[in-house]
């Protein structure tokens, strides 16, 4: 028996992607994406706000990399995803990230993270949030590498299955405390900030909930 779960953007296994640019003055940044995927087969598909910073550095630079997010940086990979760089500018180096220019593109890989797709920018739609980057360059750190040169999963270790129902159910905590809490809150500026809070959060949420292995079983997921 099958259950309909309507139109929801769920897609298994989920990877968590980072996506990072250089500013005007050189200062890399970065920002977590919840949607975006492989579009051809040397294209990358992002949906990311024209407001964000990192949005704004890659339409400037015409570049950017994507590296796939992992268990051993999940803390940093989030923190990049709720901090503004607009509001902290120095939130790349404050997330532990260490930058290394590419070879390729005019944008930065971040050197904890094994696995990256090096774009240049073919396209980005403000209306319907949707940037595409040419694919130039996948570089793989050989930490990751098995003896026949290919990525070990496990050396890898991407974040889609990392206590996945936990912490999903504390986003979904976070975005409910964001989302109630606005209403109440005195001041004008008050309630808008944490309403954008608590929508980056839903963000997080569909994000996190997409990271379930389906090879795992629900208690595998839970360890």
């Not at 990358?44 to 949005?55: G, P, V, W």
């Not at 993270?113 to 940037?131: G, N, Q, Y």
Request: with cysteine; proline share 4%.
């Amino acid at each position: 028996m099958r259950k309909n779960l309507g139109a929801k953007p769920y897609c298994y296994p989920q990877p968590v992607f980072i996506l990072a640019a250089y500013g005007k003055d050189g200062t890399p940044n970065a920002m977590n994406a919840a949607w975006g995927g492989i579009s051809n087969d040397r294209e990358l598909s992002m949906c990311i706000s024209a407001e964000h910073k990192t949005t704004k550095n890659i339409l400037a630079r015409k570049a950017f990399t994507v590296s796939m997010a992992d268990a051993a940086h999940a803390a940093a990979c989030d923190y990049v995803g709720l901090v503004s760089g607009d509001k902290v500018p120095d939130k790349f180096a404050r997330a532990g990230f260490h930058a290394v220019k590419s070879e390729f593109v005019d944008a930065p890989l971040i050197e904890e993270l094994p696995i990256a797709v090096e774009c240049r920018l073919k396209s980005f739609d403000p209306e319907t949030c949707r940037m595409v980057g040419e694919i130039v360059n996948v570089s793989v750190d050989e930490r990751v590498l098995d003896k026949e040169g290919r990525v070990d999963v496990k050396k890898a270790a991407p974040i889609t299955k990392l206590n996945t129902s936990i912490i999903t159910a504390a986003e979904q905590q976070t975005m409910n405390y964001y989302m109630n809490i606005a209403a109440f809150y005195k001041s004008d500026r008050g309630r808008k900030l944490y309403q954008e809070i608590g929508m980056i959060e839903e963000q997080h949420v569909t994000q996190y909930g997409a990271l379930l292995d389906t090879k795992c079983t629900w208690l595998e997921s839970l360890l």
